[in-house]
């Protein structure tokens, strides 16, 4: 875990300041599990296992705390906080609404050749990664599919929104895959809002996202099923330093 994690420091952007590449390193291990529900963590160990400060390590902290993916408790410690239900289904409602707004801007807008290409070269990409298995790429093009789509339509603000605060769902979308929902079918729905988009059918594009949005109304019992330890109220895991 701390080689994975190390791996994960040495490819964030050096230009940044140290706070910022530990909120993002420590921001994907939550998401990616490296880092799993209810653990606890270490502000020295972290410190030490990037060769800097406990400063910048306390203040990734407090905005990991604000994203809802750690909570600090004073005296007591810092934990990786388990998957709340309440909090994914709030932040599925607030990127439903935002990315079905920006879908049927797009449709209206006659997005150019050029974006419609990119979108589509990005679905042929996910599918690649199909026969490889490589979920970790295909979390990452996912995400390169709905930013490329925000972005285009001129809605970075939205963009960040949903960034802020999509932390937990980003957690329950990554278990699924790629049992509970398979990137065949993923990169399907994305072909299908691609296609409605080309041929500005608003109606279509709409109801193509909406159908996207909620496949993790479906994966979300399983998950619950499967990983009761990693849920808020569903199991209860002992907590272990990194």
């Given amino acids: 875990m701390k080689m994975n994690l190390q791996a994960m420091w040495q490819r964030t952007n050096s230009d940044l300041s140290v706070r910022q590449r530990l909120n993002d390193v420590l921001r994907q291990a939550i998401i990616r599990m490296e880092l799993a529900p209810g653990q606890a963590l270490s502000e ?31 005296q007591r410690g810092t934990y990786v906080v388990r998957i709340s239900r309440q909090a994914v289904l709030e932040a599925r409602f607030i990127r439903e609404s935002l990315e079905v707004a920006i879908t049927l801007e797009a449709a209206k807008s006659s997005m150019p050749s050029s974006v419609l290409m990119e979108l589509n070269e990005l679905i042929e990409r996910q599918r690649s990664c199909i026969e490889r298995q490589d979920h970790d790429r295909f979390f990452f093009l996912d995400e390169m599919f709905h930013r490329t789509l925000a972005l285009s339509t001129g809605q970075a603000m939205a963009w960040k929104v949903i960034e802020d605060v999509k932390a937990q769902l980003d957690r329950v979308r990554y278990l699924s895959i790629p049992d509970s929902t398979p990137i065949p079918k993923l990169a399907d729905q994305h072909q299908a809002i691609v296609d409605a988009i080309s041929a500005s059918d608003t109606e279509a594009a709409e109801q193509a996202m909406i159908h996207h949005q909620r496949e993790i109304l479906h994966s979300l019992p399983e998950l619950e099923r499967r990983f009761p330890e990693m849920f808020e109220n569903v199991g209860v895991g002992t907590p272990r330093y990194l």
């Fill in 44 to 74: 020295k160990e972290i410190a030490d296992l990037f060769a800097v400060s406990r400063q910048p390590v306390r203040e990734a902290f407090i905005r990991l705390s604000e994203s809802g993916l750690v909570e600090v408790r004073p």
